[in-house]
């Protein structure tokens, strides 16, 4: 539609003349999931090679990996870059492309063998066996230990920190799997008795030197040193999300251990509950959905609360571990779907109608997130001008960090740069958010998308 503006906004869009026609569009919103890198739903170690279809599985948005240091250095100095390459290719290869998600790990079960390379039990690092001498278990504090550790996390924070397309690194290293406890170890005393802060403290440290440019996610068993490293800067990650009976009937993580650990946490740093202003908040779900239907008989009430719960907390990303949805759930998951994570739609945008040669172009947007999480890569808003043969015209990038977009309304002004002259006629006004290389990436809540990826949202004409 056109309309006629007043004084203030019109020296914003055409400081050379007192009055202009102007056209202000309102671009129809969609509803509905969105598919985006770095939310949603998590493809988890590529599927487990079997993942199931959409009708069964909502689309994902990131590649979610974790890799033992025994894969990843089988012989010393050497590193197994093509393991982690694979999972960024894996990513890539999808539609939409994906982002990936780390976690580097030395310890998995009992049962399960050594998870540090030989070579490094043999040069004597400090550690103990289990009783049946089949794994080893490092001692976090020991300086060879440390030292190794550091080497191996900087190695491939020199290789990947900072990639367009690595969602997050995922604060790993302590206790089984990465997960800052060892309570699958019998024989172990409970790992935050064993160290101090200090030592496990460590631990985050490397991370935030190995990987200082890509956002860094915590999980919350962490203790004190959850606290401290969402203090630096990290989210944080919730496992086992939405056991309410899966251990046992009278104890679960939603009620018994989440609140008290994120009290914990808000009492030592009082900036945690915004930490998902600046890093990701990440869950990874108790056993599977399938058995939240037949094993533990999860109401669709207990289902609906759970996923609130995600979203009161500002989650971007879900795993559930590439296994099928029920479709008595569906409803639910892809509701939270539309919420999770970010969510950009243009709600309007207002331009001169007409386009003198030589000026700028005084483009005037109003954008919402509606999702509940900003982006957490920089990419880049970006306009383009299409002429009628389909050829870029003139293009520019917005200075704008949407980092900063947080959920609610956003003004955007921006002069688009335009050539000396163009030839009379008609041209397109597109818009996109792209990476580094220029191509668009993110899903609006708009339609107009084309074939590109670009959404087409206006026209004008050169005269």
Not at 245 to 255: C, G, I, K, P, T
Not at 324 to 343: C, F, K, N, W
Not at 350 to 362: P, Q, T
Request: charged share 20%; glycine share 8%; proline share 6%.
């Amino acid at each position: 539609m056109k309309s006629q503006w007043g004084s203030a906004l019109l020296c914003l869009l055409c400081p050379l003349a007192a009055m202009a026609e102007l056209t202000t569009v309102t671009p129809k919103a969609v509803n509905g999931p969105l598919t985006n890198p770095g939310m949603g739903v998590a493809s988890f170690h590529q599927g487990y090679g079997e993942t199931p279809g959409l009708a069964d599985y909502p689309n994902t948005g990131f590649e979610y990996e974790r890799f033992y240091w025994r894969e990843l250095e089988p012989v010393e100095g050497r590193y197994n870059f093509a393991l982690v390459d694979d999972a960024f290719k894996y990513a890539a290869a999808h539609r939409p492309a994906m982002n990936v998600g780390l976690r580097f790990m030395a310890l998995a079960e009992p049962e399960s063998g050594s998870q540090i390379p030989d070579w490094l039990i043999k040069k004597g690092v400090k550690g103990k066996w289990t009783p049946d001498h089949k794994t080893f278990i490092p001692d976090l504090d020991d300086p060879l230990f440390i030292a190794y550790s550091q080497r191996l996390l900087n190695a491939f924070g020199k290789r990947y920190d900072g990639n367009q397309n690595l969602a997050f690194v995922d604060i790993g290293m302590v206790g089984s799997w990465g997960e800052w406890h060892n309570s699958n170890f019998p024989t172990l005393k409970p790992l935050l008795e064993r160290y101090t802060t200090a030592q496990l403290d460590r631990y985050v440290d490397m991370h935030f030197a190995a990987f200082p440019v890509t956002p860094k996610i915590m999980l919350m068993s962490g203790g004190q040193s959850l606290a401290n490293a969402v203090a630096r800067g990290a989210g944080w990650r919730a496992d086992c999300w939405g056991d309410l009976r899966v251990f046992s009937n009278d104890w679960n993580h939603m009620a018994d251990d989440y609140p008290q650990r994120l009290l914990a946490a808000q009492k030592s740093y009082s900036g945690l509950n915004d930490a998902w202003k600046r890093s990701p908040v990440s869950l990874e779900i108790c056993s599977y959905m399938l058995d939240w239907k037949n094993l533990f008989h999860y109401t669709r009430a207990e289902v609906q609360g759970i996923f609130d719960w995600a979203v009161k907390h500002h989650a971007s990303t879900i795993n559930l571990k590439s296994r099928t949805v029920p479709s008595e759930y569906r409803p639910i998951v892809d509701d939270a779907l539309t919420r999770l994570g970010y969510r950009f739609r243009l709600a309007s945008l207002s331009h001169e109608s007409v386009w003198e040669n030589g000026r700028s172009l005084a483009l005037i947007g109003t954008w919402y997130n509606d999702g509940v999480a900003p982006i957490y890569l920089p990419y880049t808003l970006s306009f383009r001008i299409i002429n009628d043969a389909n050829n870029v015209v003139a293009q520019g990038n917005s200075p704008e960090d949407i980092r900063c977009w947080l959920p609610g309304q956003h003004q955007l002004n921006y002069q688009l740069p335009m050539p000396g002259a163009l030839p009379r006629g008609k041209y397109a006004i597109e818009v996109a958010i792209v990476d580094k290389s220029g191509a668009a990436r993110i899903n609006f809540a708009n339609e107009g998308k084309q074939s590109s990826g670009w959404y087409r949202v206006s026209s004008i004409t050169a005269r």
